[in-house]
C-alpha cells in the first residue's frame, strides 16, 4: 500500500512540476530525458566520475573518439595521424573547419593548452599521470612543484613575482615537453617510449580541448601561493564553450541539466536528440517511479533495491522469445532492434522488456586508507598490511553476490577484470579463508584474548571501531557495507560502523583520508592493465588510498619501458599479484555489471559495449509502431 502511495504521490508531483514547465514559452520538455547521479564538473582536465565523462563526451570531441560498436579509436577533431617507425612521434591533421560554440577555430594549441593544464600541479587533477609518457611531461610536473615550493618557501609573495613564476612556467613547458604546434591543424607529439594504448588515451576526455580565452576571464595567478586559479564559473550556462556536437543550454545544480544540438559542430558524432536532460535523482527507488511515470526515458544506473526482481521479469520474457531474439540478431539486427522487434511483455505474467544487464569494464571494491595515522591522529591499524589481508580473506564474495545484490556477479579477486584484456594473465588474488585471516590478524597482534569474541592487541585495547565511509544514493553499496561488517564481526571479532554520506562530502572525505575502509569502484579509461593498476601508484591522483609501495611503483616503470608486447604484461601480472595478494590497499569484490532501464521500442542511441562509452548524441526516440514485429 505505502509503495501505490508513493507512486501516486511522485507521479502527481511530476505531472505538477510538467505542467508548469508548459507555461514557460521559453523551454519545451526535453526530446529524451534520463536519470542520473548529479554531475560534480564540466571541467573536463578535473573530471573523474563516470556522469561527468558521459556529459563530457556530448560536450567536448578530443583528438579521437571510440567505435560505438568495437570500441576502436576513429577520427574526431584528428582527422588523419601517423606516427614515427620507432612508435615514439605522433602527428596529429585536425579538422579546419572544426568551431567552438563561440565560432572560434579549434586549433592544435587548444590542445597543447589543455595537455599543459592537464600537467600542471596547480589544476589538481586525477588524471595528469596520463600524460608523463610525453618525453618531459613527468618533469615538467615536477619542476612546476618544486618551483610552489620554493616560492611558498620564499618571502617575495606579490603579483609581479607570481607573474614572473607563471611566465617561466611558460617558457620551461615549450622548451622540456615533447608537444609542438608547427600550425593551426598540426599536432605533433614526442613519446619518451613507445605506449601501445597511445590512441585509446586521446580518446580519453580529461584529454580533451579547452578554449583558452574563454577560461581566462575566470582565471588569475594567487600573489600568495603563486597556484593558477581558474572559478568553476567559466563551465556554467551560457559561458561555457564547448566543441563537442553538444552544447550546454542550462544546469540547475541537483535539479536538471539541458543540452542541445551544437549547430555549429562538424565531426563524426551528429546529434540525433534535438534536445537531451539530465535528471538527478538521488534516492534510486525514486528513480524507478520516475521513469514509470513517463518522466525520465532511461536510468543510467538502475540502483534500486529491487533491481534484481526487476531484471528477473526482463529475463523471464526474453527466455520465453529466446528463439526468435537468436534468429533476428543471426539476421543481422542490433540487441534493441531484435527486442523491439518480439511480442510484448505480459504484464499478467510479470513480465518486462526494459531491464537490460550489461557487463562492465570495471571493478566493485572496497579501499583501505593506508596512512599511518588515521585523519584524528590515532595509529591507523590498516597501515599494516597483514590487517589488510585479514580483512579480505574474510569476505565470502559468492554470498554477496548470490544473497545480498542477487545478480550473480563474477566475484573478483584482482582489480583488473580477468580475461578483458587480450594478452594478460591475472594473478590468483585472495581466496576466502576465515582461519587464514584469523592468523594474518594474530600476526599484526590482534587476538581474542579474554575469549569474548573481540580481539585486542597486547596492550588489552580492543581494535578500533572501523569506519566504513560510502555514498548515499545507493540502496546496494549499503547492502553490501552490512553485509561486509557482519562477515567482519563474525570472522574476525571487530566492530564496525556505517557513515553514508551525499557523493560531494563523501568524496572530499576520501581526499582527506577521513576514512578507515571506503567504497570505491572503477571502470577502465582504456584498454591497458594500467588504467587499473596505476590506482595503486604512490602519488596517483586517484590514490585515494594513499598506498604507497616502492616494490609496486618500480614494476610499473620497468613494464613502462619494456618494448617486448609479452614481457610487459608478465611485469604488470606480478605487480598486480604483489597488489592483490600480498598489499591489498584495495579488496575487490567483483566485476560491475551495469543495470540501464530504457524501453528500445521507444529509444535507442544506448551503447551497450562493456566501456559503457556512452554518448548523449547518439540517442533518440523511435516510432513505437515501426518498433513492433510484422505480422
Not at 82 to 91: G, H, L, N, R, V
Not at 172 to 182: K, L, Y
Not at 515 to 523: K, N, S, V
Not at 600 to 614: E, F, S, V, Y
Request: with cysteine; charged share 25%; aromatic share 10%.
Amino acid at each position: 500500500m505505502r509503495w501505490i502511495i508513493a507512486f501516486f504521490l511522485f507521479t502527481l508531483i511530476i505531472v505538477l512540476s510538467e505542467a508548469l514547465l508548459t507555461f514557460d514559452p521559453s523551454r519545451l520538455p526535453a526530446e529524451i530525458k534520463f536519470a542520473s547521479s548529479d554531475v560534480f564538473t564540466l571541467d573536463p582536465q578535473r573530471m573523474s566520475y563516470m556522469q561527468d565523462l558521459r556529459i563530457s563526451r556530448s560536450l567536448f570531441d578530443g583528438l579521437c573518439s571510440r567505435d560505438s560498436q568495437t570500441g576502436l579509436p576513429t577520427p574526431a577533431v584528428a582527422t588523419s595521424w601517423e606516427t614515427s617507425p620507432d612508435a615514439k612521434i605522433w602527428t596529429f591533421h585536425l579538422r579546419p573547419d572544426a568551431r567552438w560554440t563561440n565560432g572560434d577555430p579549434v586549433t592544435s594549441v587548444d590542445f597543447r593548452n589543455a595537455w599543459r593544464r592537464l600537467l600542471l600541479p596547480d589544476t589538481a587533477a586525477d588524471y595528469s599521470e596520463l600524460l608523463f609518457p610525453i618525453r618531459g611531461a613527468r618533469e615538467f610536473f615536477a619542476w612546476r612543484t618544486n618551483a610552489l615550493a620554493q616560492y611558498a618557501a620564499g618571502k617575495k609573495h606579490d603579483a609581479q613575482t607570481a607573474n614572473a613564476l607563471w611566465d617561466s612556467t611558460l617558457a620551461t613547458f615549450d622548451q622540456m615537453v615533447g608537444i609542438q604546434t608547427p600550425d593551426p591543424h598540426t599536432l605533433v607529439v614526442e613519446l619518451q617510449s613507445p605506449v601501445p594504448y597511445w590512441l585509446d588515451l586521446c580518446a580519453f576526455q580529461t584529454l580533451a580541448p579547452i578554449n583558452q580565452a574563454s577560461l581566462d576571464r575566470f582565471t588569475r595567478i594567487d600573489p600568495i601561493s603563486g597556484f593558477l586559479k581558474s572559478d568553476p564559473g567559466w563551465t556554467k550556462p551560457g559561458v561555457l564553450v564547448t566543441n563537442g556536437p553538444m552544447k550546454l543550454v542550462d544546469w540547475k545544480y541537483k535539479r536538471s541539466m539541458r543540452l542541445e544540438p551544437n549547430e555549429l559542430y562538424v565531426g563524426p558524432n551528429t546529434p540525433l536528440a534535438k534536445s537531451v536532460e539530465v535528471v538527478p535523482i538521488e534516492d534510486a527507488n525514486t528513480a524507478v517511479l520516475a521513469y514509470e511515470s513517463g518522466s525520465v526515458d532511461w536510468i543510467s544506473d538502475l540502483t534500486a533495491e529491487f533491481r534484481a526482481d526487476l531484471a528477473e521479469s526482463s529475463r523471464k520474457w526474453l527466455d520465453r522469445h529466446r528463439e526468435e531474439y537468436d534468429l533476428r540478431i543471426a539476421a543481422g539486427a542490433s540487441e534493441d532492434e531484435a527486442l523491439a522487434a518480439l511480442p510484448a511483455p505480459d504484464p499478467a505474467l510479470g513480465e518486462r522488456r526494459d531491464v537490460h544487464i550489461l557487463s562492465a569494464f570495471g571493478t566493485d571494491f572496497w579501499s583501505f586508507n593506508c596512512r599511518p595515522l588515521l585523519s584524528n591522529g590515532r595509529v591507523n591499524p590498516f597501515a599494516d598490511a597483514h590487517v589488510r589481508r585479514a580483512f579480505a580473506l574474510a569476505v565470502d564474495k559468492v554470498r554477496l553476490t548470490t544473497s545480498v545484490t542477487r545478480l550473480n556477479e563474477r566475484v573478483a579477486t584482482t582489480l583488473v577484470p580477468r580475461g578483458s584484456i587480450d594478452g594478460y594473465l591475472s594473478p590468483a588474488g585472495l581466496p576466502f579463508d576465515v582461519s587464514r585471516a584469523r592468523e594474518e590478524m594474530a600476526s599484526a597482534g590482534w587476538i581474542d584474548r579474554t575469549g569474548d569474541g573481540i580481539v585486542e592487541n597486547a596492550a588489552g585495547e580492543p581494535f578500533p571501531t572501523v569506519d566504513m565511509l560510502y555514498m548515499t544514493g545507493n540502496p546496494r553499496v549499503k547492502n553490501i557495507a552490512i553485509a561486509l561488517a557482519a562477515m567482519w564481526r563474525d570472522g574476525l571479532g571487530v566492530q564496525c560502523e556505517l557513515r553514508g554520506k551525499d557523493g560531494k562530502f563523501a568524496k572530499e572525505d576520501l581526499r582527506r583520508g577521513n576514512f578507515m575502509i571506503a567504497r570505491g569502484g572503477w571502470y577502465g579509461d582504456y584498454a591497458d592493465p594500467t588504467t587499473f593498476l596505476d590506482l595503486a601508484k604512490t602519488g596517483n591522483g586517484n590514490n585515494d588510498r594513499a598506498f604507497s609501495s616502492a616494490r609496486y611503483d618500480a614494476l610499473l616503470e620497468q613494464a613502462a619501458t619494456e618494448l617486448n608486447v609479452a614481457k610487459r604484461m608478465e611485469i604488470l601480472g606480478e605487480a598486480e599479484r604483489l597488489l592483490v595478494e600480498e598489499e591489498m590497499p584495495i579488496l575487490p569484490l567483483c566485476q560491475y555489471v551495469t543495470l540501464y532501464m530504457y524501453d528500445p521500442a521507444k529509444m535507442r542511441g544506448i551503447i551497450r559495449g562493456p566501456r559503457l562509452d556512452q554518448r548523449l548524441s547518439l540517442l533518440h526516440r523511435v516510432d513505437e509502431q515501426s518498433a513492433r514485429p510484422t505480422p
